[in-house]
Structure formats: structure tokens, C-alpha cells
């Protein structure tokens, strides 16, 4: 057998005859192989094989290499594009100011895309994270009842065990209570071996349960094991780090409410629950194993507290489910408990009640109307600013459009010439696009760097911590796709426009644009001014809405009333404390009640009916407020009827004061010494306050009454100056003597009013920003264009001045055409607006009329921002020397 140094390398022969001519392989191999054979004589083998694969090399030449004229074609193509680009360049510098607006509008409309892009992307990421989340579902409520909240998320104790007990579908329920909902858990929190307490306000009941549905991850501790034994605790990795800084917190005590007597033992730290998480506020959860709150309560089925989750089994329809336990839970265990309590309508109730299902991950944005007590975002304001980016883009891009097509005829004589040189419309096309796809990366490179510089204003205008994904692999190839895909599409009709042009017409000086490229213009001109004049107005409905609800009367007196919480600390102390707020000369009244009439306090529930007729009547249902003597008379309250609390009276610790809604509902002509009751305990009726709206303004205000008893967890003052600062000191420095280890927390009232709303005062600036973006883009179009057609029509206007036109004529004849575009486009959004106002404000049970004022205002700021974006250049014109413009006739 012969040595293999003996023989030509095989690899260098393969690599030969892939890229070798077909017509030349057989006899440049034969003689590589004659010559390689006549080395081996001379010299060895090795340096045979080196001086081969040398030689095989050397015929990598473009007459040998196979294919040579699909290669000549690349490299045409690439010289082709090289052209195309230098020309598009040339034009571009050449062009300044029609190519910095070109660019600069782009630019802006790819900005405001990628800014709203982050913003929906972040919305629609919420409660991703969890494992099995495709399985894991909510229960929600739904009561078709008269004066009960429709829909939500608040069930019995013993609901999560009875759905996991009786249904096979459900593998696993589970469940958490607001530790103020149940009087329990409270907001401060210390270290057993710490004297100073820190205010909490992300603390919750949790089932060890709901623990393994969520899973989430852990730093310390078992999760399966975490909140299985009685007062036990589990804490996010934050809190661990703020209360045991280097330390393992596994073991260690916290106290809550300093009630010793009750402290939680660390079992757990979990990573802090993502910010795109529903429940990304909640960071200390107390263990529900062994707890009950009163005797019986976990068993009960007629106090409805607990959020209930489930996670069901691979394959079960959802809807089908949602029936079954609509059957068994509500028709078995509901009606039961009903007609135990004596409740005359049990079974009418039990047909109008059902249970729903709804995905985890649809919590955040699709729980509109659903009563959960959480924060969470909106699917309507995701779709509405989605659409948003999308007309901002498209106005953009029409800018390009209608200053591509205007100048045509400066490109007319290229395009003549061009085609007379050989040049196919195909190629023209491939050249109008090349440069549109460079205007495109130039917007681009130019709207990143906004992005940049936007992002933290954004952010503080949004209320988010976006980040930009700037060292993500996929960036740059995104990047470059989107911008040739809006290159090609907003040069599109551009190119096919100009690479349509007649060269023997162009080439004779008789090109004419014709009426279809100035009708076009027109059309695309009207858009954008109807979508600029379709957000104007629908800022202004937005910030009118908005001023309405802040400064409406809502039946109670929500300024210079403080809020001082966490106060439940002080114990049996706080009436002291408040009998010292009360010595204070600026401190005019002081109540204490953790019950106040704005979101995200407490609530409470309950069914009532006049007495005697529970067997007659239906339930009436309504909330009960706990409040002492000084409540109506601090919130700025007004008795209509009867009388206010009188703590001189022993007989009021079984009285009520009830609002008119609930006289309204149990039909009460003479309220006044009248009884009514829960089912459970009576109260005489000794006096009827106003109506107050204590719920958001998108609901109508419910029966409510206010009856004496302790809820001592926020206490609130009244107070009579405008030294505001000098009065927080004082009462600062009563809180220092009555909890001198406790931070000293407070708000004001109309302060925590208005973060009610500041979700959708948020994004109404976030529309009011892109309404003054989308104006800007559009001005700069019609600016562009003004100018162009100032241009054009120099010698027109030069001719009309030397005849003796005044100024006034000049102006209105470079005017009125665009004027009369602009008056089209309020015809047209005027009707789009007012329906689509109409239909937000519905969602208001107290809203504002739209009144014919706003379209009013609407218009002139759309006539007077477009007289001004043209006045400049047509102004000039008019006073120009027509002089300079005729030399040449």
C-alpha cells in the first residue's frame, strides 16, 4: 500500500474540483498530479503536498472559478447599490432643509413608536413569570343585583378547600387576605431585638397553598414548607436586606404592631415578586395556617374576604369548569348558608350570582369593573396608544410621501435623461427606494438617540422603569429590518411615481405633475390634520374630565384633613393621643376610623333590611363603617336629617347614621327613629348625612352606614390654618412622645384623592404629549410643502406684486388651499371625536358633557397652527423684491 505522503492530498483535490470549471477540472488535475509526482523525486513528500496545495490555490482566478457570471452579476449588483447610494446621498445634501424635515419627521414618528413600544410591551408582560401559568386561574364573582358591586374577587374562608375538596379538575386552591381587611397583620414591622419599628405596607395573609401554585423562587428556606406551621412568615429578598443586612434571616423573629405576644418566625425569603406582577406590592406574608379572626370565620360561608386562585388540571375546560362550580359551589353552599341566616331572597340571590375563571395573566389588564382591591392597568389605554403609534408613523411617513411627490418635477429632467441612457423603470425604482431606505437608517440612527435621551422623562411621566434593550443580540438586526421595511413602504409610491415619468415629455419641457399627484397630496394632507385634530380634542375632553372629578363636590371636605397612619400601635393609648391633637390651637376636629371615603381603604360589606320585614324584602346590600363620635364632623360631612353622634349619649353605641342612598333603597319615607338590621344586630336610625361618593366616580354611590366602634389604625385631622408645615411639626412632636420608636407616617387627604386617579391622569398626559408630537410632525409636512410651493410660485407671486396685488391678496392666495384642507379634516374628525369621547366617558357615572365649545377650540388651534406654520414663508414671499425673481424672464 502506498504512504499517504505519497499521494496528492484528497482534500485539496475536492477543494479543487468544487470551485474549478467543469470544461478545465480533468486536465489542471492531470497535470497537478504529473507535477506533484515529479516533485516527489526531488524533494519529500511533505514539501509535495505544500507545493500542491499552492498550486491548487493559485487557480482561484475569475476565468477558472465555475459560475463566474452569477459572480460578475453580484459584483454588478454591488457597484449598482454603491451608484445608488451616492446618488441618494448627493440628493439628500444637496436638499438641506427637505431633507433635515424628511429625516426629523421620521425620526420623531420612530421615536414615539419605540417609546410606545416599551410601554405596551411592559403591560403586556405581566405575571409571565409564574411556572404554570397557563393553568393558573382566578375566581371571580359575579352578582346581577341592585346596589352590589357586579363583579369581584372577595369569597368565604372556606371556598379554596371546598373547590379543591369537590372538583377533580381543580389540582391545587389557594388563597391571601389584605391584612387590614380582617383587622389583623397591620403596617409596622421591627426586628424582635429592635426597639424601632419601619411602616410596612406590603403585608398579607397567605396560603402555604397559593405558595405552590405561584412558586415563586426562593433564596432561603422551603417553599413547599414555608407558610405550613401557625405564625410563620416568609419575606421578599428587600425586606430581608433592609431588616438582616449580611445576615440568613431564617429563624429570626419579626414583631408586628409590636404585639409580642404574637410574633412570626422567618420560614422563607423569596425573590421579590416582579414589578410586571399583580401582586409585585406585597413583600411580608403571614402564614393563614391556624389563623381565624373570630370564632368560626373559617368555616363561615357568609363573609366573603379571601382572593381565591386555582390551578387545574392539563385539558380542563375552562368554561365548562366555570359552570360546574357556578352549580355546586353557589346552588350547594351559598344558598345553604343564605337560608341558615334567614335571608327571605336566598334562592333569588343564588340565581343572580355566578362564578367566572379568569387567566392570571389577564388580571393586570382585563379587570376592568372587577372590584379586587388592586392596582392594575388597562387594556383600552394599550390598544389606544398602540393605535396612536401607528398614526404617528403613518403621518410620518407621509410627510416623506408628499415631499417626494412634490418635488418631482426638480427630478424630472434626472429621471428623463436616465431612462434615455438605458435605464429600466425597475432600476429607477430600485434607486428611489435605495434612497429611501438611507433616509429610513438615518431616521432611525436619529430616533435611538432620542429614545436615549426621552426614556427618563418618559419614565417619570408613565410611572415606569422602562429599559431600553440596548445590549440585546437582536437589536441591531431589528433595527436594521424595521428600517428598510418603513424605507420601502413609505418610498413606495414615491418611486413608482417618479420612475413612471415619459422621457420625451420630460426632455421638452412640457412635464406637468397633473391633478392626481396634487388630489393625492390633498387626501394625505387631510389625514393628517384630522388625526392632529381627532387628539386636540381628545385632550382636552381627558383634562376636562380629569379638572371635573378633582374639583367636584363629592359630599365631604377632602382639604387640610392629615392622615396620620399606623397609629393602631399606640394600643389602648390612642384616644390619649387623640385628646393631645385636640389641645393643638390649629387642630380643629379629630376622628379615628381607618373607614375613609376614597379607594384603596377599608371596607366592609353587609346585607340590611328594615326590621320586620326580612321575610318580605330583599336584601339591601351596602357597607358599614366603623367611626367614633367625631367622624362626619372632621371629613366635612352634612347631616340632612335627625342628628350626628353625641358621645354624651350611651344610647348611640347602638345607633346608625345612614346616607340617602340607603334610605332610597329600603324605602324608609320617615327615617328617623326607624330600625333596620344585618340579620345579626339592629340599630336605631338617629340621623341621614348626604350622599359622599367614597368610590371611585366611575360608580354610583352606594348605601352605606356609620355606626360607632374601633378601627384605630389611621387617625385624621382637621386642621384650621394655612401654616401647614408648622402644624406637622406639632403634631409630629405628639406622635414622638406617644411612639417614639415608630416612623412618623402621614398624607393628606386630597393628596390620596387624587392617586385614585393618577393612573388616568397619567395617561392623559402620556396622550397629550403624542397629541403635540403628532401636531409637530404634521407642521412640519405642511411647512415643507408651504415652502415648496413657495418656490415654485416666485415668479407668480413676483408678477402679481409688480401688478400692484396687495399683501393681504399674496397671503391669501399661498393659504386658502391648505386652510380649505384643514376645514375638510374638522369635518371629518369632529363626528369620529365626539363618538369616541362618548364612548370613554361612559365608564364615568359622573362625566362631563361635551360641549360645542371644544370642537370650537378644537378647530381655531388647528386653523391658527397651520396659518402659522405657513404664514412665515408666505409673509416672506410678499415682501420679497420682485425685482430679484424676474431677471431672468
Known sequence: MANKKDIPPKLADRFLLWFLRDDLAEEVRGDLREQFYTNLGRISGFQARLIYWIQVINYLRPFAIRNLNASYS????????????????????????????????????????????????????????????????RLIGVYRMKAVIPKNTYFPAPMAGTLKKDFPEVEAAGRFVASELLGGGGKLVRRADKAENFYEEGIIYFDQELLNILKPRFAYGDLSQALSEPYTIAIAKGIADKYFPGEDPLGKILIVNNNEKQSYRITGVFEDFPSTSHLHQYNLLMTLTGQEFWPGEQTFWSSSNYHTYIKVQPGTDIKQLASKLTEGIVKTYWLSSWRKTGIADADELANNVSLELQPISDIHLQSAGIWDGLNHGDIRFVWLFSAIAGFILIIACINFINLSTA????????????????????????????????????????????????????????????????????????????????????????????????????????????????????????????????????????????????????????????????????????????????????????????????????????????????????QIGGQIWPVDHDYIRTMGMTIIEGRDFDIKIASDSHAVVINQSMVKALKLNDPIDQEITDNWQSWHVIGVVKDFNFESLTETIHPLCLIIGQSSTIVLVKINTTEISKVIKQVKSVWDQFSPHAVFRYTFLDERFAMSYANVQRMGRIFTGFAILTIIIACLGLFALSAYMVEQRRKEISLRLVMGAPLKNIFGLLTSNYLFLILISLTIAIPISWYGMNKWLEDYVYRIKITWDVFVAAGLISVLIAILTISYLSIRAALSNPVNNLRSE
Open 407 to 618: 418635488r418631482a418635477s426638480n427630478r424630472a429632467r434626472e429621471i428623463g435623461l436616465r431612462k434615455v441612457a438605458g435605464s429600466s423603470r425597475g432600476n429607477l425604482i430600485w434607486q428611489f427606494l435605495s434612497e429611501s431606505v438611507i433616509f429610513s437608517l438615518l431616521s432611525f440612527i436619529l430616533a435611538l438617540f432620542l429614545v436615549y435621551m426621552l426614556l427618563p422623562y418618559f419614565n417619570s411621566l408613565s410611572a415606569k422603569a422602562l429599559i431600553f434593550p440596548w445590549k440585546e443580540w437582536w437589536l441591531l438586526p431589528l433595527i436594521i429590518t424595521a428600517a428598510v421595511i418603513v424605507g420601502i413602504l413609505s418610498g413606495l409610491y414615491p418611486s413608482l411615481y417618479l420612475s413612471g415619468f415619459k422621457p420625451i415629455k420630460v426632455l421638452k419641457g412640457s412635464f406637468s405633475q397633473g391633478s392626481k399627484s396634487i388630489k393625492t397630496r390633498g387626501i394625505l394632507v387631510i389625514f393628517q390634520y384630522t388625526i392632529s385634530t381627532l387628539m386636540i380634542i381628545g385632550t382636552f375632553i381627558i383634562y376636562r374630565q380629569m379638572n371635573f372629578i378633582l374639583s367636584k363636590d363629592l359630599g365631604f371636605d377632602k382639604e387640610q384633613v392629615m392622615q396620620i397612619q399606623g397609629v393602631n400601635i399606640m394600643g389602648n393609648r390612642v384616644p390619649a393621643f387623640k385628646n393631645e391633637l385636640l389641645k393643638l390651637s390649629d387642630v380643629e376636629y379629630v376622628s379615628v376610623s381607618d373607614y375613609l371615603p376614597i379607594s384603596g381603604t377599608h371596607r366592609n360589606g353587609d346585607g340590611f333590611w328594615k326590621v320586620g320585614r326580612q321575610e318580605v324584602d330583599n
Open 74 to 137: 453580484n459584483f454588478y449588483h454591488y457597484h449598482m447599490f454603491q451608484s445608488h447610494f451616492k446618488i441618494g446621498w448627493r440628493n439628500l445634501t444637496k436638499q438641506k432643509m427637505y431633507s433635515a424635515i424628511k429625516i426629523g419627521g421620521l425620526a420623531l414618528g420612530i421615536t414615539a413608536c419605540l417609546l410606545i413600544a416599551l410601554f405596551v410591551r411592559n403591560e403586556l408582560s405581566y405575571d409571565r413569570q409564574f411556572p404554570d401559568r397557563d393553568r393558573i386561574y
